[in-house]
């Protein structure tokens, strides 16, 4: 029986907590399949290729939103248009915001593959629920860091300015977790009240601009942000790409063109999930976009990792994954 094949993160949150951790999901697994750590990309595409060579029904994914992205990365290159298998999003990282946006029980790996494996015992019954979502596929004229250089990034979440700019604020402030988001976020917001230099770090701004699939542009300006979800949430219960699900092979894409303040001021709007003062963002839901800036290098995020290419930067709706929930 091909069973579940779990990837696992001994350098993510929650795991890297817990040495034994990645010994209690084998225990737990059992015969029903196989844990794999992977502790590089090298690691990660052969534990891709040996799940392919076992044709694994479930692939389970141990780590936050940065593992659950890296590691899709690695399986559609090895598996090269073909069907991946349904994913399972095991949670075990600092963040977790895809899981949650997409509806994954919340509770410790252990709990949740325990949940998974009942389920894929009963499946002959009752299929494994799962909800199909597209990725993005993302890539530069040559990638300066990141997977592969020049090899494609797959991801639901990417975002340039502001961003990164809170990301890298956030990875400075100490071990990641859901607490320091939360004051980055505060220390950010306080600082662009009083004009202080860490929202001018956060918040400067992206100069560039946007083709969009369909033909049409958005200026060549200075931009908060151009971000763009295949799922609603982008971090701490935030909901910017309201959009996301309006038309088939799309994505939601934002280019966020107002200032520090008048943005905060819109963030219990987006917490909310509604959408911004129409003249402080331009918004659209294209299958595919081209990013363009006049400076050498464009900073990109895909899932909460930070990546740097020469421009232009292309993003295009990629392939279908289908998420187990429910379990």
């Not at 509806?103 to 009752?126: F, K, M, T």
């Not at 402080?280 to 895909?302: E, G, H, L």
Request: hydrophobic share 35%; with cysteine.
């Amino acid at each position: 029986m091909p069973g579940i094949g779990v990837v696992f993160n001994p350098r993510s949150g929650r795991n890297l907590r817990d040495p034994s951790a990645a010994k209690k999901l084998a225990r737990m697994l059992g015969d029903h399949g196989e844990v794999r750590q992977a502790r590089s990309i090298d690691e990660l595409y052969r534990v891709a290729e040996d799940f392919r060579s076992m044709d694994i029904d479930v692939l389970g994914i141990s780590g936050g939103d940065g593992t659950n992205g890296v590691t899709i990365t690695g399986f559609i290159n090895v598996y090269q248009g073909n069907a991946l298998p349904q994913i399972a999003f095991l949670r075990g990282g600092t963040m977790n915001t895809i899981a949650n946006s997409v509806g994954v029980r919340r509770g410790p790996p252990e709990g949740l593959l325990n949940r998974l494996i009942r389920a894929y015992v009963a499946r002959a019954s009752r299929p494994l629920c799962d909800a199909p979502r597209h990725v993005m596929r993302l890539r530069g004229d040559k990638g300066l860091s990141g997977l592969h250089g020049l090899s494609h990034k797959y991801g639901f979440l990417f975002g340039t300015g502001v961003i990164c700019g809170f990301l890298s604020e956030y990875y400075r402030n100490g071990p990641p977790n859901p607490v320091v988001a939360a004051k980055t976020l505060a220390y950010g917001i306080g600082s662009a009240m009083v004009g202080g230099k860490t929202i001018a770090r956060m918040a400067a701004p992206f100069r560039g601009e946007v083709e969009l699939g369909n033909g049409g542009m958005w200026p060549e300006r200075d931009y908060l942000a151009i971000a763009g979800g295949t799922i609603d949430q982008i971090g701490l219960n935030f909901r910017p790409f309201y959009r996301y699900r309006e038309r088939p092979g799309t994505f939601h894409l934002l280019g966020i063109h107002t200032k520090a303040i008048p943005f905060v001021g819109q963030l219990p709007r987006i917490w909310r999930g509604l959408p911004m003062k129409a003249s402080y963002t331009y918004d659209a839901t294209p299958s595919a976009a081209i990013i363009r800036s006049p400076r050498k290098t464009i900073q990109y995020m895909v899932d909460g990792d930070l990546h740097t290419c020469t421009g232009p930067l292309y993003v295009e709706t990629g392939p279908t994954v289908r998420i187990v929930i429910g379990t």
